[in-house]
């Protein structure tokens, strides 16, 4: 079965520092996507950054960005300059082109405090 | 465009009372998702409607839970007699296509508290 870690079920980073919230997973399928969500409060949850396992540079997207390491089967998300708005809880995900799974496989979420 | 809208936010209910939850999907999306987040736990898959069809149920704790689609538009997820540890946010998930790196579009949940 695929499980998604997420052991940081807090964390807290000053405005315009950089922090790292880690993502752990546990399958045996060598293809597959992972995710990051963001889910604002009161908000709806949105996708901060994905990448295919296959894909060895890690996915940016602005001040954003992984450290996949496929062989750890570990995830992590790096936000750099960090923003009052990053204030979030942060979802990952997993994600396999498989009929028999059940779909999209969480974490439990770590929440991102932002300190002004 | 609108994006994924539940209803309501929030709910509050005594056990043994029936609750409904209401998804509106991104329109032209076929696949609506529901998944559930009990509180501090990881959000689980409930099901996955293609248009009006269940692809997929195997999500779905117990026979409590009836999740509609018709017309393949808009969704309803009822809980009917509710229990207690049925609390939790139930989030409404939408894509135009099925694929592992599909962008799923989610709404804002439902918080559901069973006293």
């Known amino acids: 079965a695929q499980t998604v870690t997420q052991s940081q079920p807090e964390m807290s980073v000053q405005e315009a520092e950089t922090v790292t919230l880690s993502c752990t997973y546990d399958t045996s399928e060598s293809d597959y996507y992972l995710f990051w969500y963001k889910q604002p409060p009161s908000r709806q949850m949105i996708l901060v950054i994905r990448q295919e396992a296959y894909k060895q540079q890690n996915a940016t997207e602005n001040r954003f960005s992984v450290n996949f390491q496929k062989a750890a089967k570990s995830f992590s998300l790096k936000i750099s300059d960090s923003q009052l708005g990053d204030a979030a809880m942060y979802f990952c995900?997993?994600?396999?082109?498989?009929?028999?799974?059940?779909?999209?496989?969480f974490g439990a979420g770590t929440r991102l405090t932002v300190k002004p | 465009e609108a994006g994924v809208t539940q209803f309501p936010s929030h709910s509050v209910i005594e056990k043994g009372q029936t609750v409904t939850l209401r998804c509106d999907p991104i329109s032209g999306h076929d696949n609506l998702y529901w998944y559930r987040r009990v509180m501090g736990k990881e959000i689980k898959f409930l099901l996955h409607?293609?248009?009006?069809?269940?692809?997929?149920e195997s999500g779905m704790p117990n026979n409590r839970f009836l999740a509609e689609r018709t017309g393949g538009t808009y969704s309803t997820l009822k809980v009917q007699p509710a229990e207690l540890e049925d609390s939790g946010v139930y989030f409404c998930a939408s894509s135009q296509v099925y694929g592992m790196n599909t962008e799923a579009f989610f709404g804002q949940g439902t918080r559901l508290t069973v006293v």
């Open positions: 995900a997993y994600r396999t082109d498989s009929y028999n799974n059940n779909d999209m496989r």
């Open positions: 409607f293609v248009k009006e069809s269940k692809q997929d």
